[in-house]
């Protein structure tokens, strides 16, 4: 009998790990590349019959049935519009594009509406898992239409990653929903990963703890509530030794480059007047790591202060510590998973919380145990209005607020910096006040701008000449 067969373009780190993945589900696959070395390069490694290697686009389409299934796993922008393009003249209707890629979901939208017009079908898919998910099982969020989901479902359950036997994909939703998905997966793990490393910050600039002992805490974090992918990776980064043994950690720059996907986050969260701020905020962080020549220059005026917190307090310290970043990584899943609800409405998807939830469960980045939480109040309540109102979510940041203010009190009195663990509280402080200064805004503005404002005790728009 003939094997199911898939076309893989793009045999990067995705690509070839997610060609071995389809491999060992019993697909056949066909692959090609731009350039040929990667093409070689796989097929001296891992020379299984079931991987045919191509390299022109005329012979790699002509090695897949109709109706073809293609995922490209290419560059997102240019790259995916090139190799669109040079595909174009060998489809036919009824072939299915899948792009797997990092794809700005706006793109998406107009690469679905142009291949529709001609009869190709196209998935806008979000993969989450790196190298590691895409061979052993990622997490994956496809959009577009529902029927031609049906078409491909059989192979994305087979190449998800599985949490109680059950496979970490789903139907997303309609036209750009699956990208915009990933799109927030990524702010999350944005957000994650500056709350974490500001967390070592502290432990090794305020506590003064070498990196074994760090690492041990971070385990130890791992075991309880704590428990995600991004902890026990930087458990393992933190105790991790070169072959001159010395810590790998104390040895790369620290400058973090970005390939855009948080940008389009808070964009997108500045288009639908979403709060964001923690997301952003690690977005910002990552341009300012990269300032680094000024940074050093301007260090020069700071005053160093290295005054370990007395022993005694040391074990205090580092239970708020934990406690003040579970306490910032519930703000940012809230704030991601609100986004996604107002650009749901926005766009009309419909989109259901606690399957994205479930997606995010296993085989991708921000997998943690937090997620099973958000899963069962999302499934209890798709519309809830903001995670902070669960009284899960309620009662735990009420238990945690007075940890989170010690930390950063502390930090602010050693210069460390926390920009999200403020941003944090700050959310959470701004979120939880019944009133906000924002009369004297509203005041501010009609004063200058005649832009009017409304009023506690009667209803309508209202101006003051204030200027007499
Ligand atoms: N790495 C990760 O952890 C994750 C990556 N992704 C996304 O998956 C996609 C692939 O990522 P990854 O495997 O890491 O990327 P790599 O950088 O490892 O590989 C990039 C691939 O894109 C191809 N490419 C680049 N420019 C062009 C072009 N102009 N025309 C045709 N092909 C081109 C490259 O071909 P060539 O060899 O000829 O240069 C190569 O196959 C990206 O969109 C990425 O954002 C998604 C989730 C996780
Ligand atoms: O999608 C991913 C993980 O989920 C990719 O690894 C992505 O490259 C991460 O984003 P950035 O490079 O901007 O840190």
New binding site residues.
């Given amino acids: 009998m003939l094997k199911k067969q898939i076309g893989i373009?793009?045999?990067?780190?995705?690509?070839?790990?997610l060609t071995l993945n389809f491999e060992k589900n019993g697909y056949q696959i066909s692959i090609f590349?731009?350039?040929k070395?990667?093409i070689n390069e796989l097929m001296l490694n891992y020379p299984k019959k079931n991987i045919k290697p191509y390299y022109t686009l005329k012979e790699f389409i002509s090695s897949l049935n109709h109706p073809k299934y293609i995922l490209?796993?290419?560059?997102?922008g240019?790259?995916?519009d090139?190799?669109i393009k040079?595909l174009i003249p060998y489809l036919k209707k009824k072939d299915i594009i899948i792009d797997?890629?990092?794809?700005y979901f706006k793109d998406t939208i107009k690469r679905y509406n142009k291949l529709k017009k001609i009869g190709i079908d196209f998935i806008g898919m979000?993969?989450?898992?790196?190298?590691e998910?895409?061979l052993n099982g990622?997490s994956i969020m496809p959009g577009g239409d529902k029927t031609i989901y049906n078409k491909i479902s059989h192979f994305l359950i087979k190449i998800a990653a599985k949490k109680n036997n059950r496979s970490c994909v789903d139907y997303i939703g309609p036209n750009g929903s699956g990208h915009y998905v990933?799109m927030i997966h990524n702010g999350i793990e944005y957000g994650n990963m500056q709350l974490i490393s500001e967390t070592y910050n502290i432990l090794k600039n305020i506590l003064l703890i070498n990196n074994k002992k760090i690492s041990k805490i971070f385990n130890k974090w791992n075991k309880k509530e704590l428990n995600s992918y991004l902890i026990k990776i930087t458990r393992n980064i933190l105790k991790f030794k070169n072959k001159k043994n010395k810590y790998l950690i104390d040895l790369i720059l620290d400058k973090a480059d970005n390939?855009g996907?948080g940008k389009w986050a808070s964009i997108s969260a500045l288009e639908l007047e979403s709060p964001f701020s923690l997301i952003t905020e690690a977005v910002f962080n990552r341009y300012l790591s990269n300032l680094k020549e000024e940074r050093k220059i301007a260090s020069k005026n700071k005053k160093i202060i290295n005054k370990k917190i007395k022993r005694i307090k040391e074990k205090i310290f580092i239970n708020d510590l934990e406690h003040a970043l579970y306490f910032g990584i519930i703000i940012s899943y809230t704030q991601g998973f609100l986004l996604m609800q107002k650009a749901s409405r926005k766009y009309k998807w419909n989109l259901n919380y606690s399957v994205i939830a479930k997606i995010f469960q296993e085989g991708c980045?921000i997998k943690a145990k937090i997620l099973n939480k958000i899963r069962s109040i999302y499934k209890k309540n798709n519309q809830i209005k903001n995670l902070l109102l669960s009284s899960f979510f309620q009662k735990k940041t009420k238990k945690y607020q007075s940890s989170i203010r010690n930390i950063i009190i502390e930090s602010i009195k050693h210069g460390i910096p926390t920009p999200t663990l403020s941003s944090a509280l700050s959310y959470y402080d701004s979120y939880n006040s019944d009133k906000l200064p924002a009369n004297l805004i509203q005041a501010q503005r009609d004063y200058f701008g005649n832009h009017m404002y409304e009023r506690t005790d009667k209803k309508g728009k209202f101006h003051t000449n204030w200027k007499i």
């Fill in positions: 373009i793009g045999l990067g780190i995705m690509g070839t790990n590349n731009r350039t070395d990667k490209l796993m290419v560059k997102s240019k790259a995916t090139e190799t040079k797997g890629g990092n794809t979000g993969i989450s898992g790196g190298e998910g895409a990622a990933k390939k996907t980045i």
